[in-house]
Nanobody
Framework: QVQPVESGGGLVQPGGSLRLSCAAS????????MGWYRQAPGKQREFVAG???????NYVDSVKGRFTISRDNAKNTVYLQMNSLKPEDTAVYYC?????????WGQGTQVTVSS
């Protein structure tokens, strides 16, 4: 199964933390570029963080210093550690696997930051 599966979303207060997980089968995680995206209500889906096969990491400016993407090849899982969460981080978070010219998306996990 190529499609990634996300988990770990939920409701958290401002300033809190969550860790999202993205699991995929076989060597998909270790052998390809993986990314996290998010889509807030009424907005377009946007890039949040990505990690290449070689380990290069990128973040959107709005999450730098607060979010950390990492990869556990043994568990075929990519993580997004989110700290100091803000209400504007509220969105559905999606994981994407890039296999050559093809993108495989997970179904998303809801993150709500609210008091």
């Amino acid at each position: 199964q190529v499609q990634p599966v996300e988990s770990g979303g939920g409701l958290v207060q401002p300033g809190g933390s969550l860790r999202l997980s993205c699991a995929a089968s076989g060597s998909i995680v270790s052998g390809n570029t993986m990314g996290w995206y998010r889509q807030a209500p009424g907005k377009q889906r946007e890039f949040v963080a990505g990690i290449s096969r070689g380990g290069t990491i990128n973040y959107v400016d709005s999450v730098k210093g607060r979010f950390t993407i990492s990869r556990d090849n043994a568990k075929n899982t990519v993580y997004l550690q989110m700290n100091s969460l803000k209400p504007e981080d509220t969105a559905v978070y999606y994981c994407k696997a890039v296999l050559g010219r093809l993108d495989y998306w997970g179904q998303g996990t809801q993150v709500t930051v609210s008091s």
